[in-house]
């Protein structure tokens, strides 16, 4: 999956790619030995050919979890995840971009783990200055426990709304965390499907991390001004509305339910 951030939108993008493990030889830019530490779990983070593959597990005692030593802002972040397989119900894979403190921004890829058999739901979320509540769910189009795959098709935009009052996720800059962890209180099914121990450990596969440009400091204006006037193209905006169409189960902008007083004022916006 990826995460593109730019002044015009921001785009969240899910990949997968066919290939397995063992075939790995190249190292394409980011190195889980160099880039990234341990934020949990101790030796349940582990590494694998110099750093180019990293699983993350869970058991009944912890979870585990990994961030960025880096913080980064405008660019894009590929990096390909492998979810737990088989009977994954209330394990919850994260991944997310956030930034520190109060007002901080964050945008969130969560995975929450079903039965076999059942589709995962992927649950997003965008923080601008500490102010979140805009979720979206989908199921995906594959199974995202047999494939690092994809396509590049972006499943959420964040348009820049700034000029009419609503923050924009541009100038703090954000550390890439991932964590595989319990929830079965509420993760799957609404809570009614509990985790199997007898299945644990679960893990969760990471590998071909790539991010550019490498470095929020890194950023120019003239990358900056390039990310600012990138829009999506016309076969990312089919796909875009193909995944609302089809595999969207919630959505933030529609809940009237939870916003009688009206929807927040950015999904009336185009
Ligand atoms: C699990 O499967 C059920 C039934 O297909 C589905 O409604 C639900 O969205 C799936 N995901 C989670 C996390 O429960």
Do not use: D, E, M, V
């Given at each position: 999956m990826g995460v593109s951030s730019n002044n015009g939108v921001l785009v969240m993008i899910l990949m997968v790619v066919t290939l397995a493990l063992s075939t790995i030889t190249s190292v394409n830019g980011g190195n889980f030995n160099q880039d990234f530490e341990v934020t949990f779990g101790d030796n349940r983070v582990k590494k694998f050919y110099r750093g180019q593959v990293l699983t993350l597990s869970l058991d009944k005692v912890s979870g585990s979890g990994f961030k960025s030593k880096r913080a980064y802002l405008f660019g894009r972040i590929d990096m390909q995840v492998k979810l737990v397989a088989g009977n994954s119900a209330g394990t919850v894979t994260a991944y997310y971009l956030s930034s520190e403190g109060q007002t901080h921004d964050e945008i969130d890829f969560e995975f929450l783990g079903n039965v076999t058999g059942q589709p995962y739901t992927l649950h997003t979320n965008v923080f601008t200055k500490g102010k979140g509540g805009r979720e979206q769910q989908f199921h995906l189009w594959f199974d995202p426990t047999l494939k690092f795959l994809v396509d590049n098709t972006p499943i959420r935009v964040f348009k820049n709304h700034e000029a009419k009052g609503v923050p924009f996720p541009k100038s703090q800059p954000m550390k890439i965390y991932s964590s595989l962890w319990n929830a079965d209180q509420w993760a799957t099914q609404g809570g009614r499907v509990k985790t199997d121990?007898?299945?644990?450990?679960f893990t969760a596969y990471y590998r071909n991390f790539n991010v550019n440009p490498n470095h929020a400091a890194a950023v120019s204006a003239y990358t900056e001004s390039k990310w600012q006037n990138q829009q999506l193209n016309a076969w990312s905006r089919r796909r875009l509305r193909w995944v609302q169409k089809y595999f969207m189960i919630y959505n933030y902008c529609t809940d009237v339910q939870r916003f009688p007083r009206g929807v927040p004022s950015e999904c009336k916006m185009i």
């Open positions: 121990w007898n299945k644990a450990p």
